[in-house]
């Protein structure tokens, strides 16, 4: 009821409630004393109860009783009501001690600040306790926790004050800095992480929001460990990435995402290095609605290109991206082309009309089941397609191409590694013969540049969505091995990589993050059931499988790490690998065309087997459409060797 009216109005219903209590209190100090009521000379309450009043009301002001949320007062509340009738009891006591008025027994004014502490005491309780029963029933909020009493955490805190329909109700916030503790921040009190235990065991709380965004991703990680340790599951506000850009606001909490899982921080960008390839300039992205495609789309959208062009096949994909990016950047001029990449005619006539400087060619096929057994059009859209994409390019003037490439593309086992390293070196090819027709036409080259990841965090088809589904419908969650790894980057620092990679780009060379170590992804599978299930009890079982056609137990990111020098950004790396002369990758891939072409599957492994030496396929590669086998993405490859392992509370 109280939340029908403001917060000046319900400050005014608490001091109005003090007043009753002490007026209550004084009539029954003179009954205790002289026996009987109404006390003989009523006049004596008339300049009692304003002097009484008149101390401990502002002194309760002072101590922010006032300014508490009953719901939610915190453990300090009876204290500080102490320390208000401790200080108005000296202050009346004084003069009548002094002036000893006649007919008034002094000792009124000790029992009445007895009576009153009780009341007030036990009054602010069975509000806050009729107060908590009733939201619980009637807006059945789940009481939290907010870790961080920064400004991110007070935010959070006050949208959810404000918001009827919000689903969580802090009871407190938590913090490392013991200058915070014991304060109170909008009637929430802030104590230390030792006295969390005793906070959730008096609310029921089992959840806590994490509202420290700017908290490095080692630092985080750990914290969300301890609290698993605890039974409490955790939440998260936007990443500090996310904040900034304007993509989610802070009051959208949500699971906490694997990239808070990673034990090391996220690369910060070079924020010259950003605008140094987008602001200002025409720019077209291929893929434009995949993961890694929209995420670069809306990083160059923020830093105000002059024109941004979408080029997708997906028509559905298409429309989300265009939607998405139009009402956020309503000033943006956009175009939204639906071609494929394949289509070499076309993507040139975009890439003339928009006047395009910059292209991030980010169109790819990515699923190493799925090229596995669909070879050929894997092959075409990812080899032949890089390469039409590079030469329309370069017929239409731009000043700098950046494929995407992968770490699956350094000593491949599955067609689609083969696949990136193949268009790795198309791309070198086009900018060879760039660089001869700039040094004939005396002008400077368009500069060809290529990236690898390692795997994108919630990237469609990664295993983070797929272990996340997995746990939501009770298991069992499922791994390849028990000592597979891979390496891994938030789809932030991928795009960050490549707008950076761009501006620093010479001209062939491989960019690469700096990513730590390896991940096992037993171990991620691990984090992710502890994070969702520790409030639960429940128990999630892990199933090893086997790794299936085309997979590696490990990843690499370079052919030869000797190559691998530093670039302009401390975090990010370049390298110059070896690779044939540019004529035997041109002959290679005219080759490969032409089988392609003829449907040739034996012809086209022969081929790119010459064209990426290091290709070594782990068993014979089929196409599922001329065999007519069914079920290849999840047959293993080798059969598992651990056992299952039921992982919980």
């Not at 300090?76 to 002036?99: H, I």
């Not at 807006?139 to 949208?159: D, S």
């Amino acid at each position: 009821m109280l939340g029908l009216f403001s917060r000046r109005q319900r400050q005014w219903f608490k001091v109005a409630i003090d007043v009753a209590i002490t007026s209550t209190a004084l009539l029954a100090a003179f009954a205790i004393r002289l026996g009987t009521f109404p006390p003989p000379d009523p006049v004596v309450i008339l300049w009692i109860l304003p002097l009484v009043l008149g101390t401990r009301l502002p002194a309760f002001a002072w101590l922010g009783l006032y300014r508490e949320n009953l719901a939610r007062p915190g453990g300090g509340m009876p204290l500080r009501v102490l320390t208000g009738e401790a200080f108005s009891l000296l202050a009346v006591s004084a003069p009548l001690f002094l002036f000893q008025p006649p007919g008034f027994p002094r000792s009124v004014v000790v029992i009445e600040a007895a009576l009153s502490t009780a009341l007030l005491i036990a009054g602010r309780e069975v509000m806050t306790a009729v107060l908590m029963s009733r939201l619980r029933r009637s807006r059945r909020r789940e009481p939290v926790i907010i870790y961080g009493a920064g400004n991110a955490g007070v935010q959070l805190a006050g949208t959810m004050g404000q918001d009827a329909n919000q689903e969580f109700w802090p009871v407190c916030f938590v913090d490392d800095d013991p200058v915070k503790q014991g304060g109170r921040i909008d009637g929430l009190e802030v104590v230390a992480p030792e006295a969390m235990s005793a906070v959730c065991e008096r609310y029921g709380v089992k959840r806590v929001l994490l509202a420290i965004p700017s908290l490095p991703g080692w630092k985080r990680r750990s914290l969300i460990e301890r609290l698993v340790a605890q039974g409490l599951s955790v939440s998260s506000v936007p990443n500090l990435i996310d904040l900034v850009s304007g993509r989610l606001p802070l009051s959208k909490v949500g699971e906490v995402g694997a990239g808070d899982l990673l034990n090391r921080e996220e690369v910060p960008p070079d924020e010259d290095l950003l605008r140094a390839e987008a602001a200002g300039r025409s720019v077209l992205v291929t893929g434009a609605g995949g993961s890694i495609g929209s995420e670069l789309c809306r990083q160059i959208a923020a830093l105000g290109p002059k024109v941004l062009v979408l080029y997708e096949i997906s028509e559905p994909a298409l429309y989300q991206i265009e939607l998405e990016l139009a009402q956020r950047f309503p000033d943006l001029r956009l175009a939204a082309v639906l071609g494929s990449v394949l289509d070499q005619e076309r993507l040139t006539a975009a890439l003339r009309a928009h006047e395009v400087e910059s292209v991030f060619h980010a169109a790819a096929y990515k699923h190493v089941p799925i090229v596995e057994q669909n070879p050929l059009p894997g092959l075409w859209n990812n080899v032949v397609g890089t390469w039409r994409a590079a030469e329309a390019a370069l017929r239409a003037g731009v000043s700098s191409f950046v494929l995407i490439s992968t770490d699956k593309a350094v000593r491949p086992t599955s067609v689609m590694g083969a696949s990136k390293r193949a268009a790795e070196l198309a791309c070198l090819l086009v900018g060879s013969r760039a660089a001869e027709l700039a040094q004939c036409e005396g002008r400077s080259a368009p500069r060809f540049t290529m990236v690898r990841f390692g795997n994108v965090l919630d990237s469609a088809g990664s295993v983070v969505p797929l272990f996340r589904r997995q746990i939501d419908a009770g298991g069992p969650v499922t791994v390849t091995h028990p000592d597979v790894t891979r390496y891994f980057m938030t789809v932030q620092e991928a795009a960050q990589l490549v707008l950076q990679a761009g501006a620093m780009g010479k001209g062939g060379e491989v960019f690469l993050l700096e990513m730590g170590e390896p991940v096992r992804i037993a171990d991620l599978a691990r984090s992710m059931i502890d994070l969702t299930l520790a409030a639960t009890g429940r128990r999630i079982e892990i199933r090893y499988t086997g790794l299936r056609p085309g997979e590696k137990l490990h990843e690499e990111l370079l052919i030869d790490s000797s190559a691998c020098e530093p670039s302009a950004h401390p975090k990010i790396f370049r390298a110059r690998e070896a690779a044939p002369a540019p004529a035997a990758i041109g002959e290679r891939l005219h080759e490969l065309e032409q089988a392609l072409i003829a449907q040739d599957l034996p012809a086209v492994l022969e081929v790119l087997k010459e064209l990426v030496p290091d290709y070594s396929p782990a068993g014979a590669v089929e196409d599922c459409a001329v065999t007519g086998r069914s079920g290849l993405s999840f047959e293993p490859r080798q059969p598992a060797s651990a056992p299952r392992v039921a992982v919980g509370p």
